[in-house]
C-alpha cells in the first residue's frame, strides 16, 4: 500500500456548479447551452441529487431538446454552430422550454461555448423572455465549484428582484446548503426541525430545494442563517446590501456532530434573542441514546486510535474532524479542503491540529496515510475502499452511485450525528 502513487482527489467544477445550483431551485429549467456530450453526466448527477421526474409527464419530452429526459434541456451544438454561431438554436429552443415545462428558464454556457460569444441575454430580451428566462453569461469552469454555486444562487435572486415588505419577526432564510450535500432535503427537515424548537421559522432555503416562487418573501426575513459559507457568503452579502438582512454564522462551521450542532443553534439564538433549550434538548436526547448504544458494545473503545481521512468543504472538514477526536477518540491522518476554502473554518482547523499535535495530517499523501476510514464524497471514499487504500468509506456528499438510502441518513444535526456513528461502529 505505501508503495502506491500519490492520490490527487478529481473536484468537481465551477461549471457543474452552475449547473447544479440551477437544478437546486424548485420551478427552474437549466437550459445547457453547448454540445449534447456536456448534458449527459450532468443530467444524472441531478436526477440522483434532487429527483424530480414525473412518470406521468415523460412523454411530453420527447420534444426537440429534451429527447425524452426531463433535466437541464440542451442547444446540442455543432460544428456549424461554432463557425457561424448558434442564436438560431436559442430562439427555437425557448419557446419550446416554455411550452414543455413552463419553469424559469437558466441558461449556462459550456466552457466551449462560452468562447464563442453568442449573447443569450440580447436573444432573450429580443423574444420578450426577459421576466421567464436569465443567462449566465459567465464562464464559470475555472472557479471552485462551491463559489460557483454560490454565485448562479444570488443571480437568480437577483434576477428575480424580491421586494422587501414588512419584516417577519423570528424567521430565517437558510444559505448554503448545497443539494450535493448527502440526503440534503433529510439535513433541511432537520435543520428546521431543530430551529422549530427554538420558536424559529425557516422562511426559505435558497440552493436547497427553495421555489422560485419563494424568492419574493426571502426579503422579509428577520435573518439569514448559514451552513456552509463556502455555498453562501455572496448571496448572504446580497441580502445584506440590498436589504439590510444580516447573516449569522458560526465560528464552529457546519452543524456536524453533536458539538458544532449545539454551538450552530446556541449562535443563532443569541443574535436573536431566542431560548435554545428545546434544540439543546433534542440533541441531548440523541446524544445519550448514542452513548447507551456505544455503552452496551463489547468493545466499546473500539474506535480509540482508528485513523481516518476527511476531503469535504472546509465547513464540514472543521466540526467533522474535531468531533471524532474528541467524541471518539480518532486520530486524522490526512485532511483535505476542497477548493473555495472558507478562511475561518482553515485557521482554526490549523490552531486545532496544531494543538494537537496533528500537524502533519494537512498535505500528506494519502496512500502513505493508511487511515482505515475515509470521509469523503461516495465516489472517493468507495474508490480509496477498493483500491486498497482504507478499510471503509463513509458517504458524505455526491457524487455517489452505489449507496441507496430508503430511511433518512442526513449529514447535519442530530440525526446527522447518528447517521455518521451507525456508519463508523458498523464498518470497524
Avoid at 430562439?91 to 437558466?106: H, N
Avoid at 420578450?128 to 471552485?144: F, H, R, V
Wanted: proline share 5%; aromatic share 10%; net charge negative.
Amino acid at each position: 500500500m505505501n508503495d502506491m502513487p500519490g492520490i490527487k482527489k478529481i473536484h468537481m467544477d465551477g461549471f457543474t456548479g452552475a449547473l447544479m445550483a440551477v437544478e437546486s431551485f424548485d420551478g427552474t429549467v437549466t437550459v445547457l447551452h453547448g454540445p449534447g456530450g456536456c448534458r449527459n453526466y450532468h443530467t444524472f448527477l441531478s436526477s440522483q441529487c434532487y429527483a424530480r421526474k414525473s412518470p406521468e409527464n415523460f412523454r411530453k419530452y420527447s420534444q426537440k431538446y429534451f429527447y425524452w429526459n426531463s433535466r437541464m434541456p440542451c442547444t446540442y451544438m455543432d460544428e456549424n454552430d461554432y463557425i457561424n454561431g448558434a442564436d438560431s438554436k436559442i430562439e427555437e429552443i425557448l419557446p419550446i422550454i416554455k411550452e414543455v415545462d413552463g419553469g424559469a428558464a437558466v441558461f449556462i454556457q459550456s466552457p466551449g461555448a462560452s468562447l464563442i460569444g453568442d449573447n443569450i441575454s440580447d436573444v432573450i430580451e429580443r423574444l420578450g423572455y426577459s421576466g421567464t428566462a436569465l443567462a449566465i453569461e459567465e464562464s464559470l469552469i475555472s472557479q471552485p465549484f462551491s463559489s460557483s454555486y454560490d454565485h448562479t444562487v444570488r443571480s437568480i435572486i437577483e434576477w428575480k428582484r424580491p421586494k422587501r415588505s414588512d419584516t417577519v419577526k423570528g424567521t430565517v432564510n437558510l444559505l448554503g446548503l448545497p443539494i450535493t450535500t448527502r440526503a440534503w432535503e433529510d439535513s433541511l427537515e432537520e435543520l428546521r426541525h431543530m430551529l422549530a424548537l427554538c420558536g424559529i421559522e425557516v422562511m426559505t432555503s435558497p440552493g436547497a430545494g427553495c421555489p422560485v416562487s419563494g424568492i419574493d418573501s426571502s426579503a422579509d426575513a428577520e435573518y439569514n442563517v448559514m451552513v456552509c459559507p463556502e455555498y453562501g457568503s455572496g448571496t448572504a452579502d446580497y441580502y445584506e446590501s440590498e436589504f439590510g438582512i444580516p447573516c449569522i454564522i458560526s465560528d464552529a462551521g457546519a452543524p456536524v456532530g453533536f458539538d458544532a450542532s449545539e454551538e450552530w443553534i446556541k449562535n443563532i439564538c443569541s443574535v436573536m434573542g431566542k431560548d435554545p433549550s428545546g434544540a439543546l434538548g433534542y440533541i441531548d436526547r440523541h446524544r445519550f441514546r448514542a452513548f447507551k448504544t456505544i455503552d452496551k458494545l463489547v468493545y466499546n473503545q473500539r474506535t480509540r486510535g482508528v485513523r481516518f481521512a476527511v476531503m469535504a468543504d472546509s465547513s464540514v472538514l472543521l466540526p467533522l474532524t474535531k468531533w471524532l477526536y474528541s467524541y471518539l477518540s480518532m486520530v486524522p491522518v490526512f485532511l483535505e479542503a476542497e477548493p473555495g476554502e472558507d478562511t475561518g473554518c482553515m485557521r482554526s482547523l490549523g490552531e486545532f491540529i496544531g494543538c494537537s499535535g496533528l500537524g502533519n495530517s494537512l498535505g500528506t499523501d494519502l496512500a502513505k496515510a493508511v487511515p482505515y476510514f475515509v470521509f469523503a464524497d461516495g465516489h472517493m471514499s468507495e474508490t480509496m475502499r477498493l483500491m486498497g487504500v482504507c478499510k471503509a468509506g463513509v458517504d458524505i456528499s455526491a457524487p455517489d452511485l452505489s449507496h441507496f438510502s430508503f430511511i433518512p441518513k442526513p449529514v447535519m444535526g442530530a440525526l446527522g450525528a447518528m447517521y455518521i456513528l451507525d456508519e463508523v461502529f458498523n464498518s470497524l
